[in-house]
């Protein structure tokens, strides 16, 4: 089973501050996924994706597939981005292949 | 709006009771799963079903029950075999198993009283 580790496990930073959320994998993967949790519970998919980079609007996903490690950035950074952001990984073919991280829990202060 | 509809989002339970969530999709995908969600834990599996009318355990799958008796529709029933029920729990889809985007309901919280 992948093992996934994210970095850091809470972060609290201010308005417009650029953010960088890590996370580690130890086992090969197809696929990566970065999911964000709102407070309220519920989980939106962000950027899938198997290398190089991803971006959509303040949002920027990497991934380099040698070191096993995706980065998540957030530019000009707003409180309204406080959220859980999680981590996942793909490293089989059926459901059972999907492996998440514990989260980083981010909050923007005004 | 295609989406993940999942109900009820707040459930209380008497030690001994089953019960039962739903979780209602639009998107037409094949894959639907449930999730488990602890404080300081990552989601773990519960089941997964690629097809309609099939079904497989997940990683901790004892205590749990569902069905896949059309292809918009997978509830859970949480038994009273499951050991420590409280928790938060999450629907997912996807086109095909772990093959594009995934989609997540709103969750539903199960509190044992």
């Known amino acids: 089973k992948n093992e996934v580790e994210q970095s850091p496990q809470n972060l609290t930073a201010q308005e417009g501050e650029f953010i960088t959320i890590n996370c580690s994998y130890s086992?090969?993967?197809?696929?990566l996924h970065w999911l964000q949790q709102h407070p309220g519970g519920g989980i939106v998919s962000l950027f899938m994706?198997?290398?190089g980079k991803k971006k959509h609007g303040r949002l920027i996903a990497t991934i380099n597939i040698q070191e096993k490690h995706s980065s998540l950035h957030i530019t000009a950074s707003h409180p309204r981005d406080s959220a859980v952001y999680i981590c996942?990984?793909?490293?089989?073919?059926?459901?059972?292949?999907?492996?998440f991280g514990k989260g980083t829990h981010l909050i923007i202060q005004p | 709006d295609g989406g993940i509809t999942q109900s009820p989002k707040y459930l209380f339970r008497k030690e001994g009771q089953n019960v039962t969530l739903s979780c209602e999709q639009n998107?037409?995908?094949?894959?639907m799963y449930w999730y488990r969600q602890d404080p300081g834990q990552g989601l773990r599996l519960i089941y997964y079903?690629?097809?309609?009318?099939?079904?497989q355990k997940g990683d901790i799958a004892e205590g749990y029950s569902v069905s896949r008796e059309k292809k918009e529709s997978f509830p859970l029933t949480v038994t009273s075999a499951q050991k420590n029920p409280t928790a938060f729990y999450l629907c997912?889809?996807?086109?095909?198993?772990?093959?594009?985007?995934?989609?997540f309901g709103e969750g539903s919280r199960l509190t044992v009283l």
């Open positions: 997912a889809s996807s086109i095909t198993p772990n093959t594009g985007e995934l989609f």
């Open positions: 079903s690629q097809i309609v009318n099939d079904f």
């Open positions: 994706l198997s290398s």
């Open positions: 996942a990984v793909v490293s089989g073919g059926g459901a059972d292949g999907l492996t």
């Open positions: 998107l037409n995908h094949d894959a």
């Open positions: 086992v090969g993967i197809s696929a």
